[in-house]
C-alpha cells in the first residue's frame, strides 16, 4: 500500500493542482473542497514515509501558513493562496518544500511583471451602444 500511495499522490495532487488553477482563473476562488483533498493525499503520502516525515511535513505547512497570514491581512495574498499552499506543503519533504516556494516565488514575480507591463497598453475602446 506504501508504494501505491507514493506513485499515486504526485499524479493525483497534480490533477487537483490543475483544477485549482482552472478555478483561480475561471471564477477567482480556489474551492476548499480542493484544499482539503490535496491536504488528505499529502497526509497520506507523507503518511506511508513515516510518522516523523508527517510530523515535519505537518509542522512546516503549518509554519508557511502562519508565515502568509499576515501577507493576507495587508492584502498581499488571497486566502486562496495561503490555504493552497499549506495543503500542498503536507505532502512536501523539507527538502522539496524549499524547492516550491522558490518556484512560486519566481512564477509569483513572472506574473506581476507581465501585469505591470499590460497596465501599460491602452484601454480598449467599449463598445457602441445598442
Known sequence: MNDAVRLAAPAAQAALLSLAAWNDLLA???PDRLCIAL????????????????????????????????AHALGALGGGDIKLSAALALGLAPAALGEFLTATALAGGVLAA?????????RPAPCPAG
Open 114 to 122: 507581465l501585469h505591470l507591463a499590460l497596465r501599460r497598453l491602452p
Open 28 to 30: 477567482r476562488r480556489i
Open 39 to 70: 491536504a488528505a493525499i499529502g497526509v497520506a503520502a507523507r503518511g506511508a514515509a513515516g510518522i516523523e516525515a508527517l510530523a515535519w511535513s505537518a509542522a512546516l505547512a503549518a509554519l508557511i501558513f502562519a508565515a502568509m497570514v499576515p
